[in-house]
């Protein structure tokens, strides 16, 4: 396997390390879920650096970037852009919105309205929008990192299902370790300024997703992730766990799985998939997939646990 791949990553986490303290595993899952070709749902409470990870690997990447900060009172045309007459020309013309950029930072997703998510839906899962009669495609590569606050929850509305499951990750951001906040805090406001260089170019991307397809993965891995996914429905569930999941990871789940997986495989410079790739990349594929029940939050069961208890269950080929 070509090694150079490998280094591409490392040379991207490095140059992002100029910036992000402690961040490292994040720059490494949004990188994968870039080169799987899926979008992200970072979940933290605010400070924690998310818009600038996403901004930096943005930079890094050498793309378009823009950031839409989404409100309660955001129209679709806030975000896909509309129509304009033009009273010169007795005509209309078309105004594109911010969704026409290679990196969207979608930042407090969870506060827009219906109409809004469904004008997201489009652009996410068809890769374009329609304004007015028209259809118009987006710019390709097109990457959505969304961003939500767990923690207040007024003026937000849950994102539906159908949204979230288009999400290939769901990714936790946590505190920093006390030794990285140290850092931080002694860096405080200097981070955003420090220049970063573009490191991968649009012939990397696309090599790189090439050679994340030619990844062999056995039939035994495929059945391995099969036997995860119907363990999360309720029907093929252990019993224990049946009572806390009222719905499972759907078929996409799996093909999100297999494709992170290989992604995964690639950035270890391996031109095979191993079960422990489907295990580093298995809890942030399906964290957002599972509808957990009344009784797991009775009893304080986070989707994050049941996860770690299937992956303990299935037995490893």
């Known amino acids: ?102 990196v969207i930072l979608a930042d407090e997703i969870n506060r827009a309205p219906a109409k809004v998510q469904s004008a997201m839906l489009e652009a996410m899962e068809e890769r374009q929008v329609t304004i007015g009669e028209e259809t118009y495609k987006l710019p390709s590569p097109f990457f959505v990192l969304a961003t939500q606050n767990p923690v207040e929850q007024e003026g937000t509305y849950n994102l539906p299902e159908a949204e979230l499951d288009r999400f290939l990750m769901k990714l936790v951001v946590n505190y920093p370790t006390a030794e990285n906040e140290k850092l931080i805090v002694k860096t405080a406001g200097k981070a955003p300024a420090v220049p970063v260089n573009t490191i991968v170019g649009p012939a990397d991307i696309t090599a790189m997703r090439q050679a994340a397809e030619k990844i062999t993965c056995d039939e035994k891995i495929v059945d391995y992730i099969v036997n995860i996914l119907a363990v999360t429905r309720p029907a093929g569930g252990t019993g224990a766990l049946e009572k806390y ?46 509808v957990l029940s009344y009784e797991a939050a009775a009893d304080n069961i986070t989707a994050d646990e049941i996860i770690k208890r299937i992956l303990d269950f299935i037995p490893v080929p």
Do not use: W
């Open 1 to 102: 396997m070509d090694n150079k791949y490998v280094s591409i990553i490392e040379k991207c986490k490095a140059e992002c390390a100029k910036r992000l303290v402690g961040q490292e595993a994040l720059v490494s899952d949004i990188l994968t879920a870039f080169v799987a070709d899926g979008h992200v749902l970072l979940e933290g409470v605010p400070g924690l650096a998310k818009t600038l990870a996403i901004k930096t690997v943005a930079e890094i990447l050498g793309l378009d970037f823009k950031r839409i900060q989404f409100t309660p009172d955001l129209l679709p045309a806030d975000v896909t852009g509309t129509l304009i007459y033009e009273q010169n020309k007795g005509s209309f013309s078309v105004r594109k919105g911010p969704v026409f950029a290679n």
């Open 245 to 290: 999941i009222n719905f499972g990871a759907s078929p996409r789940a799996g093909i999100a799985m297999l494709q992170c997986a290989k992604v995964h495989a690639l950035f270890a410079g391996r031109d095979f998939v191993l079960p422990e790739d489907v295990k580093a990349v298995a809890m942030n594929v399906l964290r957002h997939r599972l």
